[in-house]
T-cell receptor, first 112, second 114 residues
Framework: ETGVTQSPTHLIKTRGQQVTLRCSSQ?????VSWYQQALGQGPQFIFQ???????GRGNFPPRFSGLQFPNYSSELNVNALELDDSALYLC???????????FGSGTRLTVV | DAKTTQPPSMDCAEGRAANLPCNHS???????VYWYRQIHSQGPQYIIH???NNETNEMASLIITEDRKSSTLILPHATLRDTAVYYC???????????????FGTGTRLKVLA
């Protein structure tokens, strides 16, 4: 049984650029959530995908968007990057809508 | 909109029980409490969860007070590898969608001392 895998592991972008982060959910998991974790803070919920549709969103602006594919993998897209977007981005998958999430190791994004 | 409060740090001697407290005084009746831990900015690792009954698994025990306003995670015999940030989390419904999200607090940094 493979876990949740995220790519890339590290990324450096310039302010104003766009970035796409990728997540492969654990086998059998159809629900994916994305979290942002700033240094020294707990993860903050960005949004959740189920059956290829967004069905829950935290307090993040529209420039944070995502996709879920038929194989349940997912992407997080961030447009017009700001310095404060520098963080660890975590993907988590679950076999159901009710939680019990398995987290990936994250993508460390640095915006300069 | 954090729903949990935890002490920022704790120390525990190796081999002793580590008791990590969490306050969640605004928790609603159908909201579960989850515990995860995070080592060196890796992804959080699931430990245990519960609603109102005490729970135990191979990693830990979870004691939830009768009024559900607080809980304690117990690692019965802490080892050096248990050094991590421990998060007490409330699972909250995403309104209108039938789905759920985790609300993390800032966690407790547990240091197990040799």
């Amino acid at each position: 049984e493979t876990g949740v895998t995220q790519s890339p592991t590290h990324l450096i972008k310039t302010r104003g650029q766009q970035v796409t982060l990728r997540c492969s959910s654990q086998s059998g998991h159809n629900t994916v959530s994305w979290y942002q974790q700033a240094l020294g803070q707990g993860p903050q919920f960005i949004f959740q995908y189920y059956r290829e549709e967004e069905n829950g969103r935290g307090n993040f602006p529209p420039r944070f968007s995502g996709l879920q594919f038929p194989n349940y993998s997912s992407e997080l897209n961030v447009n017009a990057l700001e310095l404060d977007d520098s963080a660890l981005y975590l993907c988590a998958s679950s076999p159901a809508l009710t939680g019990g999430y398995t987290f990936g190791s994250g993508t460390r994004l640095t915006v300069v | 909109d954090a729903k949990t409060t935890q002490p920022p740090s704790m120390d525990c001697a190796e081999g002793r029980a580590a008791n990590l407290p969490c306050n969640h005084s605004t928790i609603s009746g159908n909201e579960y409490v989850y515990w995860y831990r995070q080592i060196h900015s890796q992804g959080p690792q699931y430990i245990i969860h519960g609603l109102k009954n005490n729970e135990t698994n191979e990693m830990a025990s979870l004691i939830i007070t009768e009024d559900r306003k607080s809980s304690t995670l117990i690692l019965p015999h802490a080892t050096l590898r248990d050094t991590a940030v421990y998060y007490c989390i409330v699972r909250v419904a995403n309104l209108g969608s039938g789905t759920y999200k985790y609300i993390f607090g800032t966690g407790t940094r547990l240091k197990v001392l040799a």
